[in-house]
């Protein structure tokens, strides 16, 4: 029988998991997801004691419904008496999703306790959740992360790490809470007219205290050596050399006595008329389209030299060169690299701009052309790996900007009316503004099925692929039917719902257009119901599009809005 316990049994918290001996017994799972894995970290990466931790890495983008990235091990951990609460230590990566674990009672009923409401912070936090009083024992448990996102407009790719999972008997008097930093000087994207800016925050712990010992400070990537002034809460740092014009990233990590880390990061811009290189370009982007990114150079006379290596996603954008186009002032003789690589590396390195007598007269220092493909929904990236300059006078200050985020956007909308077997659809295509546009070409992108169409006045679907097998149906010429697959001289297509077989010689085929639209945008077509299951669909006229979203769906009903386009056939 199981035993009901009345009250909590007070003693210290038993650690149980540390992560130091191997993930041999434990998994990943979830829901609705791209991508989920697990792994232990290694010392200098993320670990609040000892050298190693969980790192849960997902991608939650494209889906839709409750999507979940679970950790949990093989057998589950029985926990020793009645624990009040269960506690660990959480390296977020601020992407705001609940973060739970699971439990069970001793009869083996589960249910859930949430760790955090929002994962909204960066660096290492503590988090704990009381048990509820009152459940059969021994309890254990089942899934300690669950980490869950329900909006389908935040679902992203991101990774948390996990320390020290443990179950909690009573008070501890312990230091679980992180400092706190404030006032950042110069503010959150805050534009400055010196290029010799004071930088810093202010840092405070109520506990244990801040730890001068474990404060970092970096600028654009590189460590500084701040002052800290305890009595003031204070810690700051004032450059030796003027900063370039441009963006500058400063990141400070703080810890308290006990080991409690806060780690805020934060970008300003300086405008002191100096030199400098910064990016430019639209925010959004049609898909289809090309996408123009320039470099501006303010008093590119005073740089001596330039290296800069820029990532791009190559499954998003298609740089349209083999080379960046830059400023037809620079002469090969000072161009040491210029590179696009196909798996989305950019190198650019220039030399001896010292030289140059017309040098002042650059401002436009290079541009990128892509061209971003007609399959996007979510944002892309355009990073920065490394960037350096070299003043004259030989000084080397790093070169930095964040990362140039483009948001796609389409010209057209789909809708439809109907989307049954055996029924024809409506399909309407609108512009931006809600006009229906005339001569759109609507085609299924996906499943990659080609349509085949008789030519002769009769023909047979075989079972098998074989003219010896039974014959399903008699087709009529001009019949359509969806192919499957080829194999040698067969067909496997669709007809009427039915699997079978068609001999290759006696169809047409070519590619799943379902047709254009008329005058009013509107398009009538039995094709889009030819076979059951999920299409995805897109319009095209020229080079304007539609949307559309490879993500399969495991919902049972079409539908459609301004950026996914998902008929389930049924």
């Not at 609460?85 to 306790?113: C, E, S, T």
């Not at 014959?471 to 001289?489: A, G, S, Y």
Request: charged share 25%; proline share 5%.
């Amino acid at each position: 029988m199981d035993e009901i316990i009345a009250g909590y049994v007070e003693k210290p918290p038993i650690i149980l998991e540390s992560f130091e001996n191997g993930l041999e017994h434990w998994i990943c799972g979830g829901a609705r997801f791209k991508s989920i894995s697990i792994r232990q970290t290694k010392y200098p990466e993320p670990a609040r004691f000892g050298k190693s931790s969980l790192e849960l890495k997902y991608d939650f983008a494209g889906t839709t419904g409750i999507s979940g990235a679970y950790a949990y091990t093989k057998e589950k951990i029985i926990l020793h008496d009645y624990p009040k609460a269960i506690g660990m230590w959480v390296y977020g990566d601020g992407n705001n999703h609940l973060l739970r674990a699971q439990l069970r009672d001793g009869k083996g009923h589960p249910f859930q306790i949430d760790l955090a409401g929002k994962v909204d912070w960066i660096g290492w936090k503590y988090v704990e959740c009381k048990i509820p009083h009152g459940k059969s024992t021994p309890l254990t448990l089942d899934i300690p992360v669950r980490l869950l996102e329900t909006n389908d407009n935040n679902k992203n790719a991101g990774k948390i790490y996990v320390d020290n999972i443990r179950s909690v008997y009573g008070k501890t008097n312990e230091d679980l809470i992180n400092p706190e930093i404030f006032g950042e000087c110069p503010s959150a994207n805050e534009v400055v007219s010196t290029s010799t800016v004071k930088i810093g925050a202010f840092a405070k712990d109520e506990e244990s205290g801040i730890n001068p010992t474990r404060i970092r400070m970096y600028l654009d990537g590189n460590e500084l050596t701040p002052t800290y002034i305890e009595e003031e809460n204070e810690i700051f740092y004032t450059p030796s050399e003027p900063l370039l014009d441009g963006y500058h990233q400063v990141k400070l990590v703080v810890q308290d006595y006990y080991g409690n880390e806060t780690e805020r990061i934060w970008q300003f811009i300086v405008e002191a008329g100096g030199p400098g290189i910064k990016p430019i370009f639209e925010k959004a982007t049609y898909i289809g389209n090309p996408l123009h990114v320039f470099f501006e150079a303010n008093e590119f006379h005073k740089f001596k030299r330039i290296e800069l290596h820029i990532k791009f996603d190559p499954c998003k954008l298609k740089h349209l060169e083999k080379q960046i186009i830059l400023h037809p002032i620079i002469p090969p003789s000072c161009i040491v690299r210029n590179e696009v690589t196909e798996e989305g590396y950019i190198y650019i390195e220039l030399k001896g701009l010292d030289q140059l007598e017309t040098s002042r007269a650059i401002q436009e220092l290079l541009k990128l052309t892509f061209l971003m493909h007609s399959n996007i929904i979510e944002p892309t990236k355009i990073n920065l790996i490394k960037g350096m300059a070299t003043l004259k006078g030989e000084r080397q200050t790093p070169i930095y900007f964040p990362p140039i985020e483009i948001v796609p956007k389409a010209h057209y909308k789909i809708a439809i009316d109907r989307a049954s077997l055996g029924f024809n659809s409506t399909l309407i295509v609108t512009d931006e503004k809600g006009h229906g546009i005339h001569g759109a070409t609507i085609q299924v992108i996906f499943p990659e099925y080609k349509l085949a169409l008789l030519n002769s006045e009769l023909a047979f679907l075989y079972k098998d692929p074989s003219d010896k097998s039974e014959v399903m149906f008699k087709l009529k010429k001009d019949t359509e039917l969806v192919v499957l697959e080829i194999e040698n001289d067969w067909l496997k297509v669709v007809y009427r719902n039915k699997i079978g077989w068609l001999k290759a010689e006696s169809p047409k085929l070519f590619p799943w257009k379902l047709g254009k639209t008329d005058c009013k945008g509107n398009l009538k077509t039995d094709r889009l119901s030819l076979i059951e299951g999920e299409l995805l669909v897109q319009a095209h006229k020229g080079k304007q599009y539609s949307f559309y979203n490879k993500d399969k769906s495991s919902r049972t009903s079409w539908l459609t809005n301004s950026r996914i386009h998902q008929y389930y056939i049924q």
